[in-house]
């Protein structure tokens, strides 16, 4: 089986575990690690090495954690990344952690059930694009509320969930960008070159 730590600020993880638990049961080979207010880095940093440690039997260790570039993410990515078999997803919510939770179960490959964990928390959003669609072709539909990650969202954040991009349209986008700055270098390397054969 592969390992499972959730991490995050606050109490995030022990409060997706306390769902987790009443929807699944008792996770096993599973382990919660909050960075609360009273930690420091070095704090979390112990926290999580002893998680893996727990967990060293396992076949990998996915870490499912809050925010990318947060404290419990780099943290997590610092300390897994030398051990091998150690994958560290960001952006975690409860549907994504229900997946992975049971997915991980008859998988043995860390690294595909790491992709796995983001397309699920990818398509987390798309209901929420639909309902969006369907009430914009339906002026009668008036979307008040809804619930994302059992928190209430009113219609401001419904609709502004609604408009992210999908993922290929962002890989879309940041090619698009990046084909225009290797074209701009390729320019002036280009007129740097000639520059240089004039100069000769």
Do not use: W
Request: with cysteine; charged share 25%.
């Amino acid at each position: 089986m592969i390992g499972l730590i959730v991490t995050g600020h606050g109490h995030f993880a022990s409060g997706l575990t306390t769902s987790l638990n009443l929807i699944a049961g008792d996770a096993k080979e599973y382990v919660a690690v909050d960075f609360e207010a009273t930690d420091s880095t070095d704090d979390l940093a112990k926290k999580l090495t002893d998680a893996m440690d727990s967990l060293k039997d396992c076949e990998g260790i996915i870490v499912l954690s809050d925010l990318a570039g947060g404290s419990p993410f780099k943290t997590a990515v610092e300390i897994g990344f030398p051990r091998g078999n150690v994958e560290v997803v960001a952006g975690t919510n409860l549907g994504m952690l229900v997946e992975i939770n049971l997915t991980r179960t008859f998988s043995e490959d860390v690294h595909a059930l790491a992709e796995s964990a983001c397309n699920v928390g990818k398509d987390q959003v798309m209901p929420i694009k639909v309902l969006s669609k369907f009430a914009k072709d339906h002026p009668e539909v008036i979307l008040k509320v809804g619930i994302v990650d059992n928190e209430i969202a009113d219609k401001e954040m419904l609709n502004t969930l609604s408009s992210i991009p999908s993922r290929d349209a962002l890989l879309t986008q940041l090619a698009g960008g990046m084909i225009g700055l290797v074209r701009d270098l390729s320019i002036c390397l280009d007129l740097y070159s000639k520059e240089k054969e004039e100069e000769k």
